[in-house]
């Protein structure tokens, strides 16, 4: 069983800078992506963005060279550095760890809330 926990989100003004971090327990195969989801309120919940053990990242199109994802495997901690927010930012972020092999698994956490004010 692996469990997921955030921290960084907060109360941030337009164009700042918030750094969000997810430390996992248990054990994270090399085969496992980890990433970042955000819901906003009456939306689905979106890609951010997302990296393997092998650094390889993947950002939505919204990102447009805002955000930068990174993982330490021997931690097992990502984390993502958030810079130039927009209130179109604001949602409840989510850690993920998803198996990119056969038997898939996938974990989220708890959340972490993160405002963005005009």
């Known amino acids: 069983q692996v469990q997921l926990v955030e921290s960084g989100g907060g109360l941030v003004q337009a164009g700042g800078s918030l750094r969000l971090s997810c430390a996992a327990s248990?054990?994270?195969?090399?085969?496992?992506?980890m990433g970042w989801y955000r819901q906003a309120p009456g939306k689905q919940r979106e890609l951010v963005a997302t990296?393997?053990?092998?650094?390889?990242?993947n950002y939505a199109d919204f990102v447009q060279g805002r955000f930068t994802i990174s993982r330490d495997n021997a931690k097992n901690t990502v984390n993502m550095q958030m810079n130039s927010l927009k209130p179109e930012d604001t949602a409840v972020y989510y850690c993920?760890?998803?198996?990119?092999?056969?038997?898939?698994?996938?974990?989220w956490g708890q959340g972490t809330q993160v405002t963005v004010s005009s």
């Open positions: 993920n760890v998803r198996s990119l092999v056969v038997p898939s698994y996938t974990y």
């Open positions: 248990g054990a994270i195969f090399s085969t496992a992506a």
């Open positions: 990296i393997t053990s092998g650094k390889t990242t």
